[in-house]
Antibody, heavy 120, light 111 residues
């Protein structure tokens, strides 16, 4: 069974750093892209970026380039999303999702989401 | 302001057919596949339609997708109360170095 399991909710202060994770199982982790999607409270979905764990090829949305870093450790089938200095406006739910570029089947499996709250 | 434009809301009564539109441009919908996602309240999004009009296994055939030029639409026939959710379209955009874009989402209410 394909699963993406994300790390738990975080409460941080502005200026702090954070790294959240997304662990894949039940499939070949290095053969699918992993994307990250932000959903601010009461708002829609925003695509942040994507990584191919097989070779760490990474693409970012122009809106998030330079704001976050996406990485992956294929040895433990885990992708990461990190911030070096959080802002209150980073408060949101963050989802990871798997994408098959060859089959073009879309983001077919999603993590359960990680709620990040940034407040002083 | 989302790159893909959807109506913020739609509604219908049980059994009706509703459609949700998604408007883009030549760099996204006009040259790439369209995908649709359903997000039930308090849950992660779920893939509903891929490659413009294909349904993943387990998605009822009441849901259908279509694309024409730089626009796409999602149709839901035989509307049911459990279809009440937010619906998002998405496509790859070829501008800059390429990136995924989502519509702003449409909240579907079953009256």
């Amino acid at each position: 069974e394909v699963q993406l399991v994300q790390s738990g909710a975080e409460v941080k202060k502005p200026g702090e750093s954070l790294k959240i994770s997304c662990k894949g199982s039940g499939y070949s982790f290095t053969s699918y892209w992993i994307g990250w999607v932000r959903q601010m409270p009461g708002k829609g979905l925003e695509w942040m970026g994507i990584i191919y764990p097989g070779d760490s090829d990474t693409r970012y949305s122009p809106s998030f380039q330079g704001q976050v870093t996406i990485s992956a450790d294929k040895s433990i089938s885990t992708a990461y999303l990190q911030w070096s200095s959080l802002k209150a406006s980073d408060t949101a739910m963050y989802y990871c999702a798997r994408f098959d570029e060859v089959a073009a089947t879309g983001f077919d499996y999603w993590g359960q989401g990680t709620l990040v709250t940034v407040s002083s | 302001q989302s790159v893909l434009t959807q109506p913020p809301s739609a509604s219908g009564t049980p059994g009706q057919r509703v459609t949700i539109s998604c408007s883009g441009s030549s760099s996204n919908i006009g040259s790439n596949y369209v995908y649709w996602y359903q997000q039930l309240p308090g849950t992660a999004p779920k893939l509903l339609i891929y490659r413009n009009n294909q349904r993943p296994s387990g998605v009822p055939d009441r849901f259908s997708g279509s694309k024409s030029g730089t626009s796409a639409s999602l149709a839901i026939s035989g509307l049911r109360s459990e279809d009440e959710a937010d619906y998002y379209c998405a496509a790859w955009d070829d501008s800059l170095s390429g990136y995924w874009v989502f519509g702003g989402g449409t909240k579907l209410t079953v009256l």
